[in-house]
């Protein structure tokens, strides 16, 4: 478990963070104990020091590794012979999501499934939306399920045992990651951006009932991806535009810490970034921002760091999704998530290019794809070396 420390302390840590040109030194004192596991419950591999690394390792082609930390939709594809579908997933990209259109029937999303790791060359991670109550992509399989509202009301051990049946759900259906729990706090209208979404008004209170969440997913051995980091709360939606939260730092440091300390502790994997603006960390959406990842870094957290969808209002009104892709890498991201596949080939070259021309370190690109790989339970050296 990570030893907790004083948001007076941790804001001090921080304070170097934003103003670092690099990743956040590493506390030897720190218990590190919130690495992730790959989605098949054994120890993850560094992602930055791949297993079994030899001199004669050669990395897989750039273009395949730019491919690596992309995740996109498929479109209204509801079967892998769909042109967008099987393009997607021949292109390498490192995950698929799958939404609302794309499900019909049990039987329709294993065979879904199953043909796009088919297709692929090599692993690909599927994931879901999948919160439960309104934002319920498999509710003509799942039928109405709670919110985490209504879930919050109930005890830990019960929390984690909805997780852990609707994780096995997922499971059978061919799912590896679950886009949640929703950390934010929100005691606001049911209907808001966040609303009934968040399981308690409270950041402290949000974050261990998210964590008892993880925790059901994890025995189902399904990997949840903790959303929207810092903690964005009764906000406007930023699918609609640009959202700016100007508060202090410390005030984003102390909710980050209450919300997603549990959920870290709890094991979860991969944390989503939120595209709310927050000036106190710099002027950027946080899934495009540098400082926003140093300060999930300072947590001791080296799993997968995620964007949001980065197709969203809130990015997409001021960059192109290919730009965007280049800008959360730099950032720190390790998986970018875009909804639109048809742009994945062009964010995939973006990728390329940035690489090639010094924008985007080939070793922060090796980084991310080494993170994807060991939450597919991959070995990273199939692909990169140190």
């Known amino acids: 478990?990570?030893?907790?420390?004083?948001?007076?302390?941790?804001?001090?840590?921080?304070?170097?963070?934003?103003?670092?040109?690099?990743?956040?030194?590493?506390?030897?004192?720190?218990?590190?104990?919130?690495?992730?596991?790959?989605?098949?419950?054994?120890?993850?591999?560094?992602?930055?020091?791949?297993?079994?690394?030899?001199?004669?390792?050669r990395p897989a082609p750039l273009e395949t590794r730019a491919a690596a930390?992309?995740?996109?939709?498929?479109?209204?594809?509801?079967?892998?012979?769909?042109?967008?579908?099987?393009?997607?997933?021949?292109?390498?990209?490192?995950?698929?999501?799958?939404?609302?259109?794309?499900?019909?029937?049990?039987?329709?999303?294993?065979?879904?499934?199953?043909?796009?790791?088919?297709?692929?060359?090599?692993?690909?991670?599927?994931?879901?939306?999948?919160?439960?109550?309104?934002?319920?992509?498999?509710?003509?399989i799942l039928g109405s399920t709670p919110s985490a509202r209504t879930l919050g009301q109930r005890?830990?051990?019960?929390?984690?045992?909805?997780?852990a049946e609707r994780g096995t759900t997922l499971r059978d259906l061919g799912f590896d990651l679950a886009l949640a729990p929703v950390v934010d706090a929100d005691g606001g209208a049911a209907e808001a951006a966040i609303g009934d979404r968040s399981f308690a008004a409270t950041p402290g209170e949000a974050g261990v009932r998210a964590g008892a969440f993880v925790d059901g997913l994890r025995r189902a051995r399904v990997a949840a991806a903790a959303k929207h980091f810092p903690g964005q709360g009764e906000l406007a939606d930023s699918h609609d535009?640009?959202?700016?939260f100007d508060v202090p730092l410390d005030e984003v440091v102390r909710v980050a810490a209450s919300g997603f300390r549990p959920v870290l502790d709890a094991g979860a994997p991969a944390v989503m970034m939120s595209n709310v603006t927050f000036p106190a960390l710099g002027p950027l959406p946080v899934s495009i921002e540098p400082a926003a990842y140093r300060l999930l870094r300072s947590f001791g957290f080296d799993g997968v760091a995620m964007t949001d969808a980065i197709n969203m209002s809130a990015i997409a009104e001021q960059w192109p999704l290919p730009e965007a892709a280049v800008m959360a890498l730099v950032a720190g991201a390790d998986l970018v998530l875009a909804t639109p596949g048809y742009e994945a080939a062009a964010m995939r070259d973006a990728v390329v290019a940035a690489v090639g021309d010094g924008r985007l370190p080939e070793a922060r690109l090796d980084e991310a794809v080494g993170r994807v790989l060991a939450l597919r339970g991959e070995d990273p050296a199939t692909m990169i070396c140190r």
């Open 1 to 57: 478990m990570l030893r907790r420390t004083s948001c007076r302390s941790l804001l001090l840590v921080v304070l170097a963070l934003v103003g670092a040109a690099c990743g956040a030194p590493v506390d030897p004192e720190r218990d590190h104990g919130t690495s992730s596991l790959s989605i098949n419950e054994s120890a993850a591999p560094s992602a930055s020091v791949p297993a079994r690394a030899t001199e004669l390792c």
């Open 69 to 140: 930390v992309l995740v996109v939709g498929i479109g209204e594809a509801t079967t892998a012979e769909d042109p967008l579908a099987a393009e997607v997933s021949a292109l390498g990209v490192g995950g698929v999501i799958m939404l609302g259109p794309n499900v019909v029937d049990a039987a329709q999303v294993r065979a879904l499934v199953d043909g796009l790791r088919q297709r692929a060359p090599r692993g690909l991670l599927v994931s879901v939306d999948e919160e439960g109550g309104r934002v319920s992509r498999l509710r003509p």
């Open 241 to 244: 535009g640009p959202v700016v």
């Open 155 to 163: 005890s830990m051990a019960e929390i984690a045992e909805v997780a």
